[in-house]
């Protein structure tokens, strides 16, 4: 089962020298304080939420191992070119004197990030500074949900007749939710589900459906990728197509879109229209051949 919950963030926080060590056991090279600018997201808690949900406190538990490395986009677009920060470490934070609607002390988890100082994220800086940019939202995966009256999976109607956030004899029903399984990422989000949402937490809707579009996104952009190298066979520039896969890999979509463009007017200069050329097919597979136009 996959849960998109919101949270919130807190702003800038101290940087020392373990910190900088944790932040530079995930970089490329070694980064200098002053290029680095650190803060603090309340990723989830075990209070119920809006949507009649919890975390478990072993849930949470499970899932601090499991946030740290992953990064931080905006409003869950899943691209390479909206990441903007990246968790290094985590921590659950028990506060002490304050219970949930279930009973149990308060504790919600933690998770420090990191993005490095440039001209392109100064804006998002200071907005989070700001108290602009506070809400966030985690995407993750659970194998149970577990109702709160009957113990069954609140989803199975057959078994489980409950409705989450209804009151029976006295008694509130919301899913628990148990197993941590995976965690995709965190995602600055405008409004959150979770009720102590801040730059410290949030969730929202059905990551299935985020996972399907990003599913149709990496088919796209195959199909893209598949289409460049067979025009650049055809194109006259001469270009092997083992160099062609290799480079095109490497390219996102602009520049994909960039070099099919600088192809296609290339074999309607020589050509006029797309030939057949049966050496350039035999050495394509017909599933690369076939691959722009799948949807």
């Given at each position: 089962?996959?849960?998109?919950?919101?949270?919130?963030?807190?702003?800038?926080?101290?940087?020392?020298?373990?910190?900088?060590?944790?932040?530079?056991?995930?970089?490329?090279?070694?980064?200098?304080?002053?290029?680095?600018?650190?803060?603090a997201v309340r990723l989830?808690?075990?209070?119920?939420?809006?949507?009649?949900?919890?975390?478990?406190?072993?849930?949470?538990?499970?899932?601090?191992?499991?946030?740290?490395?992953?990064?931080?986009?905006?409003?869950?677009?899943?691209?390479?070119?909206?990441?903007?920060?990246?968790?290094?470490?985590?921590?659950?934070?028990?506060?002490?004197?304050?219970?949930?609607?279930?009973?149990?002390?308060?504790?919600?988890?933690?998770?420090?990030?990191?993005?490095?100082?440039?001209?392109?994220?100064?804006?998002?800086?200071?907005?989070?500074?700001?108290?602009?940019?506070?809400?966030?939202?985690?995407?993750?995966?659970?194998?149970?949900?577990?109702?709160?009256?009957?113990?069954?999976?609140?989803?199975?109607?057959?078994?489980?007749?409950?409705?989450?956030?209804?009151?029976?004899?006295?008694?509130?029903?919301?899913?628990?939710?148990?197993?941590?399984?995976?965690?995709?990422?965190?995602?600055?989000?405008?409004?959150?589900?979770?009720?102590?949402?801040?730059?410290?937490?949030?969730?929202?809707?059905?990551?299935?459906?985020?996972?399907?579009?990003?599913?149709?996104?990496?088919?796209?952009?195959?199909?893209?990728?598949?289409?460049?190298?067979?025009?650049?066979?055809?194109?006259?520039?001469?270009?092997?197509?083992?160099?062609?896969?290799?480079?095109?890999?490497?390219?996102?979509?602009?520049?994909?879109?960039?070099?099919?463009?600088?192809?296609?007017?290339?074999?309607?200069?020589?050509?006029?229209?797309?030939?057949?050329?049966p050496g350039w097919e035999?050495?394509?597979?017909?599933?690369?051949?076939?691959?722009?136009?799948?949807?």
């Open positions: 089962m996959n849960v998109n919950k919101q949270a919130g963030v807190d702003q800038g926080i101290a940087l020392d020298e373990t910190e900088l060590g944790l932040i530079n056991a995930m970089s490329r090279k070694k980064l200098a304080p002053e290029e680095v600018y650190t803060f989830c808690d075990n209070e119920v939420d809006r949507d009649g949900e919890r975390f478990a406190t072993q849930t949470l538990e499970e899932l601090a191992a499991l946030f740290v490395g992953k990064s931080g986009i905006f409003d869950h677009q899943w691209s390479a070119g909206r990441q903007t920060a990246r968790i290094y470490r985590t921590e659950l934070v028990r506060e002490e004197g304050t219970s949930t609607a279930a009973g149990e002390p308060l504790c919600y988890l933690k998770g420090y990030a990191y993005m490095v100082r440039t001209e392109g994220n100064r804006d998002l800086i200071a907005e989070i500074e700001g108290g602009i940019k506070k809400e966030v939202s985690v995407g993750c995966a659970v194998a149970e949900a577990r109702c709160s009256i009957c113990g069954e999976n609140i989803r199975d109607k057959a078994k489980c007749p409950h409705e989450k956030g209804r009151e029976y004899g006295g008694k509130l029903c919301w899913a628990e939710l148990l197993q941590a399984t995976d965690a995709y990422e965190w995602s600055f989000v405008a409004v959150p589900a979770q009720r102590n949402a801040g730059v410290l937490k949030s969730w929202r809707g059905d990551l299935r459906q985020l996972e399907r579009e990003a599913a149709l996104g990496r088919k796209y952009l195959q199909s893209l990728k598949d289409e460049v190298v067979r025009l650049g066979g055809v194109s006259g520039f001469g270009l092997e197509q083992s160099t062609l896969k290799a480079v095109v890999q490497r390219l996102e979509e602009p520049e994909l879109n960039a070099l099919k463009r600088a192809f296609e007017g290339q074999v309607d200069k020589l050509w006029g229209v797309e030939p057949q050329l035999e050495q394509t597979s017909g599933e690369s051949r076939d691959g722009a136009f799948l949807i």
